[in-house]
């Protein structure tokens, strides 16, 4: 059986020899168990039990901040299995191993190479084992041991700010707590004094104090008058060593600032006030101003200002101006030079915000007498009243008076006054006044649906001093009398289903009427008496000025009638009454069988009848293609170049000319004359076109006459709007003719096209006596040889 020995480490160090084995258990006791029991087992198999001292072995001390030249002896680690031949290697690992803390490995000796800061870090845990040389084995089980550093008094106290700021209120007691500063000491504060802080006051005595423990700043003096003194600095020091000699120190400085209490009263500095006024001031002028000071500040040193009595305290008034806090003297009413020239008020001045601790001391306001002298001046005329209001009836005469103003002098002298109204407010001088009297006539006749108000201005202005004048408004109402007829309220649209039944609601009209009557609009219809009774429709009265328009019989046609008129009767209540006829339009349409409307054309009828809708597409393509050749052909025959008709002056050829007319040859020149298209008596009424068939059924529409002189350009027009708009033209294409042909040719026509519709034959014997250019045409139709022929 083999046999373990466990062999303690010795430690010794200066450290132990100095301080007493009690103080070290009881610190050892903070951070271990205060007892370790560590058995051995001898030959014979008894197990030895032994207690361990209270300190322990493995804890060591170390005092920081260390000055000396060499370095500083911790302790020793040794084992009893070290028979001093160098076999056995001590080890040393952890906190600080090898760079803080180095170990003779052959002797076990432990040194602190650096100065060690206990702030920094207070306490090292290392591992200590020792190893066999040659075979490299343990000896002894790895042991960790803690090196703690024990604190030195090396840091002062020290304040968390640099520089306080407080405040506390002014004419506070004694005790009152201002503000608390706080100090702290980096030393230890488990191991002696070093960190045990007391703080005083240097500077700020008598006025405040400080408690040495907590560092809470009270007053010392009772009342301190923030008026007398506002800003204290006072200077605090904190030292550790529980304030013995040779503790270290540090100080802060605080700035304490009495605030403001409402305990001072406002306070006029004058007793009388004088002011000056005219007695032609507006209401609300500002006269003057006074100030009562208060040495409080903010709202403390707010004030209001009254009047509290006097003669004119109805005439005048004060307001408190914010900003400045100062009362300003107004005008209330109008002052009168002539009635009073001097008034007398008490103004008070006091705090809006008292404080109930300070109202001991009296009261918080003051009083000043404000005395007021009225000047006299040269006032304008004044009227009786602030505004005038006339009504006139719209249907009064020119030069009817409607209604007066007055105005007087309130000066002493008393001048006259004259009258005038302000063009400017009547610019068409529909109004005017007598100068004398004030009294308004009309100039023009009044519509109240034009205008029902009209507001003009007098001026009322001194005789004797022009310069001296007032204007007052005049505010004239317009009365209704009932001058115009109702009528329809807008344009209906009205239609009827073929399908009708009768007694069919198909619209419902109402009416207005630009009269205003004091009772209200009350219309009433009814037929107009030429067609007391309509076969078609019935027009009933709703009492509630509307009328309803219902079917009378059944079913309608719209190829019978298309549109029906409708003549509706509407007259007024008023008086007097006032009339007028309103005629309605009903078209007659296709309806749905629930009453929709589908189509209301008879062209549309008979379009759905015949065509399809891929018809209808067919033909509308066709009408665009030939519209986009039209507008092609009509392009290209503008750019072409016209050729003149003479190339030049010079050449003698004969040439054509082309008159585009059948006048009576090169002879006839009335035939071409201008003057002769503007003829109307050249126009033949009674013929018939000859691009219509002689079959045809249609009438022939008679054309208004024109007038003399007319414009050809304009007459071709006329032309041409009467054959689109005529009805009896053929729905094929035709040519028409729309300019004069002149006078008629004493030879008549030489065309053969109506000679069929002759008797018998005609004589062409004159041919021959009209010279050698119409031999051709004697020839060929002179002589009964050639009609034989």
């Not at 008034?317 to 806090?325: A, F, L, N, R, S």
Request: aromatic share 8%; net charge negative; glycine share 6%.
């Amino acid at each position: 059986m083999r046999n373990y020995r466990c062999l303690p480490l010795f430690i010794w160090t200066c450290m132990f020899h100095m301080v007493d084995t009690t103080p070290v258990q009881e610190k050892a006791n903070s951070h271990l168990p205060s007892k370790k029991t560590a058995g051995l087992t001898t030959d014979d198999n008894k197990m030895l039990r032994r207690t361990k001292r209270g300190w322990m072995w493995n804890q060591f001390f170390l005092l920081e901040e260390y000055t000396g030249t060499d370095t500083q002896y911790v302790g020793k680690l040794h084992t009893d299995q070290d028979k001093g031949d160098g076999n056995l290697k001590y080890i040393l690992t952890g906190d600080g191993a090898g760079s803080i803390f180095v170990i003779d490995e052959n002797t076990g000796d432990i040194h602190a190479a650096k100065k060690l800061d206990r702030e920094e870090k207070s306490l090292y845990v290392l591992r200590a084992k020792a190893i066999d040389r040659k075979t490299g084995r343990q000896v002894e089980p790895e042991s960790e041991f803690i090196i703690k550093i024990h604190d030195i008094n090396d840091n002062e106290p020290k304040f968390t700010k640099d520089l306080y700021t407080a405040s506390v209120p002014e004419m506070s007691g004694v005790g009152t707590s201002v503000i608390q500063v706080t100090a702290t000491d980096a030393d230890d504060a488990n191991y002696g004094n070093s960190a045990k802080v007391v703080y005083s006051i240097l500077q700020g005595q008598p006025y405040f104090s400080v408690d040495p423990e907590s560092g809470i700043i009270k007053t010392a003096l009772p009342d301190m008058s923030r008026e007398n003194r506002e800003q204290y600095q006072v200077v605090i020091q904190a030292k550790d060593m529980g304030g013995q000699m040779g503790g270290l120190s540090g100080t802060t400085t605080v700035n304490i600032t009495l605030t403001d209490v409402n305990n001072n009263p406002p306070r006029f500095p004058q007793s009388t006030y004088q002011f000056n006024s005219p007695e032609s001031v507006p209401l609300g002028t500002h006269l003057g101003r006074i100030k009562a000071y208060d040495p409080d500040v903010g709202e403390n040193a707010e004030m209001e200002y009254s009047v509290a009595e006097g003669d004119g305290a109805d005439m005048f008034d004060v307001i408190t101006d914010k900003d400045t806090q100062e009362g300003i003297i107004t005008v209330k009413q109008n002052l009168d030079f002539e009635n009073k020239m001097l008034y007398t008020i008490k103004v008070v001045a006091s705090n809006t915000h008292p404080d109930p601790r300070f109202l001991h001391l009296g009261p918080f306001k003051d009083t000043a007498v404000v005395k007021i002298s009225v000047e006299d001046i040269d006032e304008p005329p004044v009227f009786s009243k602030i505004s005038y209001l006339m009504e006139v009836d719209e249907d009064v005469k020119e030069g009817s008076i409607i209604g007066q103003v007055t105005a007087y002098d309130p000066d002493a002298v008393n001048n006259l006054i004259k009258y005038s109204v302000d063009r400017h407010t009547d610019m068409d001088r529909i109004f005017s006044i007598y100068s004398e009297n004030g009294s308004i006539f009309t100039l023009k006749p009044l519509d109240r649906e034009s205008s029902p108000w009209h507001n003009i201005t007098v001026t009322a202005t001194e005789m004797d001093n022009p310069k001296q004048s007032s204007h007052i408004p005049v505010f004239i109402r317009i009365l209704d009398i009932n001058d115009h007829a109702p009528e329809f309220a807008m344009y209906y649209e009205t239609f009827v289903c073929e399908n009708a039944k009768p007694g069919q609601l198909i619209q419902t009209v109402s009416v207005m009427d630009k009269d205003d009557p004091p009772r209200g609009h009350k219309f009433f219809f009814e037929p107009v008496p030429e067609f007391p009774l309509n076969p078609n429709f019935t027009i009933v009265d709703n009492k509630d000025n509307t009328a309803g328009i219902m079917t009378r019989k059944d079913g309608y046609s719209r190829n019978k009638m298309s549109t029906y008129l409708l003549p509706i009767l509407i007259f007024d209540n008023d008086y007097p009454i006032q009339s007028s006829t309103g005629t309605l339009t009903i078209r007659v349409c296709a309806c749905d069988n629930h009453g929709n409307m589908q189509s209301c054309n008879a062209e549309a009828l008979i379009l759905s009848a015949g065509l399809s809708t891929g018809a209808l597409i067919a033909i509308l393509l066709c009408v665009i293609i030939l519209l986009i050749l039209v507008v092609l052909f009509a392009a290209l025959k503008r750019q072409r170049k016209k050729e003149p008709l003479i190339i030049s002056k010079d050449d003698v050829r004969d040439n054509i000319v082309t008159y585009n007319d059948e006048g009576g040859g090169e002879e006839d020149t009335q035939a071409f004359d201008i003057g002769t298209l503007r003829n109307p008596e050249a126009r033949e009424d009674s013929k018939l076109r000859r691009d219509v068939m002689p079959e045809t059924i249609f009438q022939i529409r008679r054309t208004v006459p024109l007038w003399e002189n007319i414009d050809v350009q304009d007459f071709i027009h006329r032309r041409l709007k009467e054959n689109d708009s005529d009805p009896s033209a053929p729905p094929y294409d035709s040519l028409a003719t729309y300019a004069y042909e002149g006078n008629d040719s004493i030879a008549d026509s030489l065309s053969s096209l109506e000679s069929l519709t002759a008797d018998g034959n005609q004589d062409y014997d004159y041919l021959s006596d009209w010279g050698p250019r119409f031999k051709k045409l004697a020839d060929m139709y002179g002589g009964d040889d050639s009609d034989r022929d």
